[in-house]
Every structure is written in C-alpha cells, then in structure tokens.
C-alpha cells in the first residue's frame, strides 16, 4: 500500500515536471506572442469578378479567429500586429465532365493577398497569398445556403493558415 502511494506521488511529480518544462506552449499551437495588440484592416475586393460582401465577412472571419485564439486586444489603429490586403482572385471553373461532355460540378477559387506587418518582431512580418476552393455540383447554382457553406469552408481554411503562418510559424 505504501508503495502504491509513493508510486502515485512519484507519477504526479513527473507529470508537473513536464508540464512546467513546456511553459511555452499553449493550446492554440501558437509560439510566445511578443505582442498585445492586433489591427485587421478592412480586405479590399480586387477579383475581377466580385461577389458584394465577400470581403467584409473576410475581414471578420479573420479578426473573430485571432481574438478567438490569442488574448490580444483588438484595435484599430497602432497595433502591434497588422493584418491587411486584398481578394485578388474570385472564380467559379468547371472540374470534371460528364460522358456527353458537361459539367458535372464547378469549383469556387479564392486567393487573398496577406500583408502581415510585426511592429515588435519586423523579421517576421511577410505578403503572401493564401488560397482554397470549394467543389460542388454543377446543376447547383452557387447562392444561399450552397454560396455561405462554400465561404464558410474557405475563409475557415484561408484564416488559419494565415494565423499558422504569422502566429503559429507553421
């Protein structure tokens, strides 16, 4: 009995040990922020076929995932971090044929130019573009629900790896 009770104390001494070891890391993935305050400025709409709206709810997708995600405050002027660009790109192409040569589904394409600026840490700042699509079928037309279900699932994939890449170094 007195050894299973040593044994315990042991297992959760250990176990303090190595979370303590790992002061660094949290549940967002995210490296140490060396920073209190981040700006997204609104996304300009520059695709040469534009949806209205489409970069209002970008730029709040974006701001609601990193203040979801960090404890930064949101500003919007003279933050520490600052998020900005554009939608260079808003297509919709066909992706495979039918027998008789027709469309069987399309596929929606965004690409967003990013400008991240890190006014504590200027090495990391960056301009990249970021991308994703959304396949589905070609007798849907892509409004309502089919059109807020596909930017739902690209502004979910294009705000993270915009948070992996400036936040999370990934």
């Known amino acids: 009995m007195k ?4 044994l315990y104390k042991f297992t959760a001494l250990l176990f303090c040990l190595i979370l303590s070891s790992c002061g660094a890391y949290n549940f967002t993935g995210t490296a140490p922020i060396d920073a ?3 700006q997204v ?3 300009l709409n520059n695709a040469e076929l534009i949806e209205p709206g489409i970069e209002r709810n970008f730029t709040i997708k974006l701001q609601d995932l990193i203040a979801g995600q960090t404890s930064l405050t949101m500003t919007n002027t003279n933050a520490d971090l600052v998020y900005e660009g554009e939608i260079t790109q808003y297509r919709i192409s066909p992706m495979t044929a039918t027998a008789d040569q027709t469309a069987a589904q399309n596929r929606l394409y965004i690409a967003i130019n990013v400008r991240f600026t ?3 840490t200027p090495e990391d700042d ?6 994703h ?6 007798n849907t037309q892509l409004i309502g629900g089919t059109l807020n279900t596909a930017l739902d699932e ?3 994939r294009i705000t993270q790896d915009i948070f992996n890449a400036s936040l999370a170094k990934w």
């Open 133 to 138: 699509f959304y396949d589905f079928p070609a």
């Open 36 to 38: 209190e305050s981040f």
């Open 3 to 6: 050894l299973q009770h040593t």
């Open 154 to 156: 690209i502004y979910e």
């Open 118 to 120: 890190n006014k504590k």
């Open 41 to 43: 400025n609104s996304f």
């Open 126 to 131: 960056f301009e990249k573009t970021f991308s």
